[in-house]
């Protein structure tokens, strides 16, 4: 019998557990959607991960390339990723299962305050749902190591212009999204006191990464994100994304099993970054996350939140409902 692909529906029901906590509310902050060439992710397969146990009411979608114009000004043409959306999450509006309730676009943020045009064409396009942009700095001087290596330029969060981009969006009552690496805390750092009057996410924990040159050093760079993140943490205009360390560059190999984690796995691995944000940040600037379908090379849907339900056990009722739903609701203005 041949052994099922990482990441495929055979190799994900490998894995089946009852759902923790079923009747929570979820709103699920971090997902994403294509239709590609032998990669389709769209509401059919949404739906089939957010149906599968728990009680997901709405998500967000947020930008990965996709389904952008072919034509027409450069600028612009991430806003068909904005429309290509927009009309998929339409059509959840009318169906039974979670509703797609905003948005996070792409632009080229260095454009300054000249992004403003951009902006307005995906509040148009987005249909009401248009919430932000996600303009990532994750750069690596080693793409090869990396499964899913950021593009970002050195120095991006340092760059005039590109600052200038993300205080419009605080100007114009728009997020900020992003996402880096472990060693870049810092420059987000700066980045977030140079713009205080923008909302910034910081997603995926900031990436802890641990194959390639940082495989083996896990606890090191543990050690040394939880001062970095807590200091990131001080600045009042950044919230905390959580999830996404299940990707194969955070270095847990559960990619390459003959069968993907458990929830018990999954928490025993990352329950130490997950107390230590929300230590840092408080519940309620803390959302919990899916980061579907990446993350599902290593973990189904209904499994992962059964962890995250696992990790959160301890928390008040109110802090639950803060890392669940109530702060993305806020955030997100869902």
Known sequence: MTQPTPGSDDWLELVGEDIVDPARPIVDPHHHLWDRPGSTYVLDELWRDTESGHNVQKTVFVECHSAYRTDGP???????????????????????????????????LTLGEAVEEVLAAHTAAGAGLFRGIRHAGAHTEVPEELMIPGRAPEGLYQSTEFQNGVRTLGRLDLTYDTWQYHYQLPE?????????????????????????????????????????????????????????????????????RQTPATSDELRLAHAPYYLHAIESFGADRCMLESNFPVDRFSISYHVLWNGLKKITAAFSESEKNDLFSGTATRVYKL
Do not use: Y
Not at 75 to 102: K, N
Not at 226 to 232: H, M, Q, V
Not at 236 to 250: T, Y
């Open 74 to 108: 450069e600028q612009l043409r991430p806003v068909g990723e904005t429309s290509f959306v927009a009309a998929i999450a339409e059509a959840s509006a009318s169906g039974d299962g979670a509703t797609i309730a905003g948005i996070v676009g792409h632009a080229d």
């Open 188 to 256: 987000l750092t700066e980045l977030a006191r140079s713009c205080p009057d923008t909302i910034m996410i910081i997603d995926h924990f900031s990436t802890p990464i641990g194959v390639g040159r940082f495989a083996g050093r896990r606890e090191e760079i543990f050690d040394q994100w939880k001062t970095d993140f807590a200091e990131l943490a001080r600045c009042p205009n950044v919230v905390a994304k959580l999830g996404g360390i299940a990707m194969p560059d955070n270095g847990f190999g559960w990619h390459t």
